[in-house]
Structure formats: structure tokens, C-alpha cells
């Protein structure tokens, strides 16, 4: 049970593995300014970073799940980095279906919906880990600009207009859930940039160390096509962002 190896070469580097930056991670702790000792589960929780830097900064404990078995020792030795290793740790597993052995604080899932189908069923799931009043977490891309076309959807990975849904309207499905959008800290151009063009980077040079792997042609037709396909499509019309939610 792993990622696939391409995942983790295409960001190897990376401390968050959505296109948000680390700096807004610590924007959005400092807007819900989670009490000393409040309980986490971040379920796909990549390298950690949200846990690592809220541990260090506002005293949280918690828990991750990820299903990368990379991704989940970065995120240890993350901890281990920041002194936080005592309040966090990193599970190897498989997220979907994940529910907490007692009820947390705050539960989250950010970037990684499809372990319940889509942001309802995600939702959903994080509902049976998160205790009454709890808050609620999850990372989702939308629509900035309505894609013209079949080749807009498909790079930006989706297969109809329907799979994202303009911002007004995804906070409105969060309400039809039965939520009150409390907080959001939304990407950037820049955002996607950091994400993106890191990515480029990363690949460039596992391709310099390793021309004849399996995966340097389909690693090569990325770098070379990837950048501009990004540049045309994705930055110009894929949003993302993170939501705070609460039950009403």
C-alpha cells in the first residue's frame, strides 16, 4: 500500500503537497488560534507540515494518516526537526475510512477528498471522528474562471464542468452539508507557482540522475509538456482553498 512512485519524485522537495504555502498554513492557525492541547486528525496528512508547524506554534497535539510510505517518514523527521515529535505522529495507512479511536477537536482533510468520493462524502467522513462543536478542515479545488472547453477541464484534471464547482457555489454545498464556512485561506497564482514550478524543478533533476529509469519518458513528456499546459489552463482556471467548517 503506497503511492506510486511518480508522486513522490514529482515532490520530493515539497513541505505541503497542495498548492497553498506553508506561510498561509500558519495564516489560517493563527485565524482559528486553536487552543494548547487541542486534538488533530489530518487524514492524507502528505509530509506533515500542517501538524509539525501547529504543534510548534499553537501547542496542538495530533495524529496523521497517509498512505505514502516517504511521505510519512518526511513528516517524522519533521516533527523530529521542530521538537514536536512528542505531540505529533504519522501513521502509514490508508486515509479512506479512517475514524479516530475517540473524537477530536479538529478534524481535517485537505487536498485529498477523493478518500470519501468527493468533498460530501469526505465530510461525511470526518463527521464521525470530530467531537459536537468541533472544527472541520477540508481542502478543495474550484472554479475561478468557467473552462471554455474539454481541453481546459482535462488539464485541470477534471472530466466534466460538474467535478469542481465555482467558489460561491462549493460554500453553499458546504452549507447544504449542514455547515457554516467559519474560515478559508485561499490559494494564489503565487500558490500554484511554489507548487507547480517546484514540481518542475524536482523532476528536472531526478531526470539528470536517472536517464535510464522505467519512468524517464513519461517523466520527460511531463517536463516538457507540463509547463506550458499549466501555464494556459490550470493557472488560469483552477482555484483552491481551504475551508474551516462547522455544524450548525
Not at 515532490?11 to 492557525?29: C, F, M, Q, W, Y
Not at 487552543?35 to 489530518?42: F, I, Y
Not at 457555489?169 to 474560515?183: A, K, M
Request: glycine content about 10%.
Amino acid at each position: 500500500m503506497d503511492l506510486p512512485r511518480i508522486f513522490t519524485i514529482r515532490e520530493s522537495s515539497h513541505r505541503v503537497h497542495n498548492p497553498i504555502t506553508t506561510d498561509k498554513l500558519a495564516t489560517l492557525g493563527r485565524a482559528l488560534d486553536p487552543e494548547p492541547g487541542t486534538r488533530v486528525l489530518d487524514l492524507a496528512s502528505g509530509s506533515g507540515e500542517l501538524l509539525c508547524i501547529w504543534a510548534r506554534d499553537h501547542r496542538i497535539t495530533g495524529t496523521g494518516v497517509d498512505i505514502s510510505t516517504v511521505f510519512t517518514e518526511k513528516a517524522r523527521a519533521r516533527a523530529a526537526e521542530l521538537g514536536v515529535a512528542d505531540r505529533v505522529d504519522f501513521v502509514h495507512g490508508d486515509a479512506a475510512g479512517y475514524i479516530a479511536d475517540e473524537p477530536v477537536d479538529l478534524a481535517a482533510c485537505i487536498g485529498a477528498t477523493w478518500i470519501g468520493g468527493g468533498a460530501a462524502g469526505t465530510v461525511e467522513l470526518l463527521s464521525h471522528s470530530l467531537r459536537p462543536g468541533g472544527v472541520m478542515l477540508i481542502g478543495e479545488p474550484y472554479w475561478r474562471r468557467q473552462p471554455p472547453d474539454q481541453d481546459t477541464l482535462e488539464a485541470c484534471h477534471a472530466v466534466s464542468e460538474s467535478d469542481f464547482r465555482p467558489l460561491p457555489e462549493l460554500i453553499e454545498q458546504f452549507g447544504s452539508l449542514g455547515y457554516d464556512v467559519v474560515e478559508m485561506v485561499l490559494a494564489d497564482q503565487d500558490s500554484w507557482d511554489r507548487y507547480r514550478a517546484a514540481q518542475w524543478l524536482n523532476l528536472r533533476r531526478w531526470l539528470d540522475r536517472n536517464p535510464d529509469d522505467e519512468l524517464s519518458a513519461e517523466i520527460r513528456a511531463e517536463l516538457t509538456e507540463g509547463p506550458a499546459r499549466y501555464a494556459r489552463y490550470e493557472r488560469e482556471y483552477l482555484g483552491w482553498g481551504i475551508f474551516a467548517l462547522m455544524g450548525r
